[in-house]
């Protein structure tokens, strides 16, 4: 398992976007999943956007058109681009990398496969 830190989180108005960040240290192995999820509280996580495991991009049918995925491999960092938000895209937003997963596991926006957990970063939308 490795370890995950986000960042980027903030307040902003309807209409803005921010740009949540994920670093990854020590995930030694390269089959894996790796996400964004979000979690308001009373309120189950749900899935936001992820890359399985072959590169397939899963987007959350709530943030399709204006959320999208920025894998960087120079930094090992997932970037997640936010834009136009909404108030109900308030959350605590967490990044997550699943365990070595074989290839025809696909995580798509299910967490059930996820080991590795970041602490999380606040995002709130004010109307």
């Known amino acids: 398992q490795g370890q995950l830190v986000e960042s980027g989180g903030g307040s902003v108005q309807a209409g803005g976007s921010l740009r949540l960040s994920c670093a990854a240290a020590?995930?030694?192995?390269?089959?894996?999943?790796w996400g964004w999820f979000r979690q308001v509280p009373g309120k189950e996580r749900e899935g936001v956007a992820t890359?399985?495991?072959?590169?397939?991009?899963n987007y959350a049918d709530s943030v399709k058109g204006r959320f999208a995925l920025y894998k960087v491999n120079a930094k090992n960092s997932l970037d997640l681009q936010m834009n136009s938000l909404k108030p109900e895209d308030t959350a605590m937003y967490y990044c997550a990398a699943s365990r070595s997963l074989s290839p025809w596991v696909r995580c798509r926006l299910s967490d059930v496969h996820y080991v590795s957990w970041g602490p999380g970063t606040q995002v709130t939308v004010s109307s």
């Open positions: 890359i399985d495991r072959d590169g397939t991009f």
């Open positions: 020590g995930i030694t192995y390269s089959n894996y999943c």
